[in-house]
């Protein structure tokens, strides 16, 4: 079936650097790929639409220069969290619709950032 | 806005079968039905999808009601492995591309 992969699976930085966390689809290809963020013990929220070859559309309160979004190819969209502070750490993940099949959003297996 | 509501939690003995029900009285004729789970620090992973049939495949099975306002999700013989949040999620394929919302979702516990 249709993977979607997360790298890297967890990261711990220091506050006021940047990390970079890769989405790719395995077996086909994703014009738009899904950010979301999750909080301990809470739902997941959507952050922003990775959009191939154009800007992404960022969820209301979500800061467009601090969390970039560059979706470069059909396979590959990344998510850049600049000068990162605690209240940033978070589990991150992304997903994808596959194109031409009915209905299922694949999900990668997340990335757990910590900011020290 | 929710657009689901679900219990927030639920126990279910091992072996025996999980019925996680859904409400959706605001259902739209294009709206779809998905449920995906969440096992701890994992990605969601998809369980099935239905408009207004039942459905099943090897993990679950999907029953609508005849009105469509709610459904239940039965995982017929639920094993340790099955601990997880379920989200029920409406979904318009007119929509195509956009993502979905989760909202709060039921943590199923099974227990030995």
């Known amino acids: 079936g249709a993977v979607v992969s997360q790298h890297p699976s967890w990261v711990i930085c220091k506050s006021g650097t940047s990390v970079k966390i890769e989405c790719r689809s395995l077996?086909?290809?994703?014009?738009?790929m899904f950010w979301y963020r999750q909080f301990p013990k809470q739902s997941l929220m959507l952050m922003a639409t990775s959009n191939e070859g154009s800007k992404a559309t960022y969820e209301q309160g979500v800061e467009k220069d601090k969390f970039l979004i560059n979706h470069a190819s059909l396979t590959l969209s990344t998510l850049t969290v600049t000068s990162a502070h605690p209240e940033d750490s978070s589990f991150y993940i992304c997903?994808?619709?596959?194109?031409?099949?009915?209905?299922?959003?694949?999900f990668g297996e997340g990335s757990r950032l910590t900011v020290l | 806005d929710a657009k689901t509501t679900q219990p927030t939690s639920m126990d279910c003995a091992e072996g025996r079968a999980a019925n996680l029900p859904c409400n959706h009285s605001t259902i739209s004729g294009n709206e779809y039905v998905y449920w995906y789970r969440q096992i701890h620090s994992q990605g969601p992973q998809y369980i099935i999808h239905g408009l207004k049939n039942n459905e099943t495949n090897e993990m679950a099975s999907l029953i609508i009601t005849e009105d469509r306002k709610s459904s239940t999700l039965i995982l017929p013989h639920a094993t340790l492995r099955d601990t997880a949040v379920y989200y029920c999620i409406v979904r318009d394929l007119n929509q195509a591309g956009t993502a979905l919302i989760f909202g709060k979702g039921t943590t199923l516990s099974v227990s030995s």
């Open positions: 997903s994808a619709w596959t194109s031409g099949r009915s209905g299922e959003l694949f």
């Open positions: 077996d086909f290809q994703a014009t738009t």
